[in-house]
T-cell receptor, first 113, second 114 residues
Framework: DAKTTQPPSMDCAEGRAANLPCNHS???????VYWYRQIHSQGPQYIIH???NNETNEMASLIITEDRKSSTLILPHATLRDTAVYYC??????????????FGQGTTLQVKP | SQTIHQWPATLVQPVGSPLSLECTVE??????LYWYRQAAGRGLQLLFY??????ISSEVPQNLSASRPQDRQFILSSKKLLLSDSGFYLC?????????????FGEGSRLTVL
């Protein structure tokens, strides 16, 4: 699975959009981009995933660049409860896939009032 | 609906004592199962994964072992705990299919080895 690079920490004002970047310059054509988050002392929670098109769900939007070498997770209106570590993960989808996820260090997002 | 249970939630064990953490999944069949560990201030490390009964793969050499005696039961064990085994242990499951989706995590077990 391709390696990802994320900033270690970011701040965001409550009510504003939080834009979390992720670089994955070695991503291959059959690798998806996944985002998870982990609130303190809890298990990680799935947010969203995509291959090459932008994706949106009730939690967030995922913007993937045309060359797929980077992506941005957008929380449109951040709340204090969005304070968490956000993980960007690139994972192969294929017949040999075991479903496992390899987590990096992630970005600690601090939403401030 | 599917649920995942882990226990115990917290435990404090002396160095050299044995360990057994248990995880069960309900509401699904033939899941992939995973054990992760998170040391204090560190990221999540995949320890073991399993695609079926008695089919366990280890990701890193360590003092721990895993077993899957039943389809929806995953157990993490150690014969003799080390101080470095302290951490937050998370069990997870996913649907077993070619194009897999998300992992569903339990609430975790916090282990302190003294």
């Amino acid at each position: 699975d391709a390696k990802t690079t994320q900033p270690p920490s970011m701040d965001c004002a409550e009510g504003r959009a939080a834009n979390l970047p992720c670089n994955h310059s070695t991503i291959s054509g059959n690798e998806y981009v996944y985002w998870y988050r982990q609130i303190h002392s809890q298990g990680p929670q799935y947010i969203i995933h995509g291959l090459k098109n932008n994706e949106t769900n009730e939690m967030a939007s995922l913007i993937i660049t045309e060359d797929r070498k980077s992506s941005t997770l957008i929380l449109p209106h951040a709340t204090l409860r969005d304070t968490a570590v956000y993980y960007c993960i690139v994972r192969f989808h294929g017949s040999s896939n075991t479903g496992k996820l390899i987590f990096g260090q992630g970005t600690t997002l601090q939403v401030k009032p | 609906s599917q649920t995942i249970h882990q226990w115990p939630a917290t435990l404090v064990q002396p160095v050299g004592s044995p360990l057994s953490l248990e995880c069960t999944v309900e509401g699904t069949s033939n899941p992939n199962l995973y054990w992760y560990r998170q040391a204090a201030g560190r990221g999540l490390q995949l320890l073991f994964y399993s695609i079926g009964i008695d089919q366990i793969s280890s990701e890193v050499p360590q003092n721990l072992s895993a077993s899957r005696p039943q389809d929806r039961q995953f157990i993490l064990s150690s014969k003799k705990l080390l101080l470095s085994d302290s951490g937050f242990y998370l069990c997870a499951w996913s649907v077993r299919q070619i194009h897999t989706g998300e992992l569903f995590f339990g609430e975790g077990s916090r282990l302190t080895v003294l």
